[in-house]
């Protein structure tokens, strides 16, 4: 008889494994794709290799953009790490510690209100014929 305690930490494993799948099959796609000049609209595909890639990185425009969003993934981590961390260290301090539950729900009531409204939006659609 098999023992299935042997494959319960697959199955836990198996949630994580789907999903990776689910990320990097598409991404390794488009690295296939991005090998072709193909359009949608039609069904030829004509290969050429990296030549798609040399285009792009001689391309002053493609080097503007990258700089532009290296330069927004670091100011936006930034401000949102250290901006979290000073609302947290505030939120702690003994002066405010009193009030901070009702800082916490003002802080919080957007993201509570939003999901609510997207609540609404879908039982409307669902319950009208």
Do not use: C, H
């Amino acid at each position: 008889m098999i023992k299935l305690d042997k494959f319960v930490p697959y199955l836990y494993l198996l949630p994580a494994l789907v999903f990776l799948l689910l990320v990097y099959i598409p991404i390794f796609q488009n690295i296939g794709d991005s090998m072709y000049n193909w359009s949608t609209f039609s069904p030829d595909k004509v290969f050429v290799g990296m030549d798609n890639y040399f285009t792009l990185f001689k391309d002053p425009v493609f080097y503007e953009a990258l700089k532009n969003n290296i330069l927004y993934a670091v100011i936006s981590i930034i401000f949102q790490v250290f901006g979290g961390l000073i609302v947290a260290a505030v939120l702690e301090d003994k002066l405010i510690r009193k009030f901070s539950p009702i800082f916490r729900t003002v802080y919080f009531l957007p993201v509570v209100v939003s999901m609510t409204v997207i609540a609404l939006l879908f039982s409307f659609f669902t319950t009208r014929k």
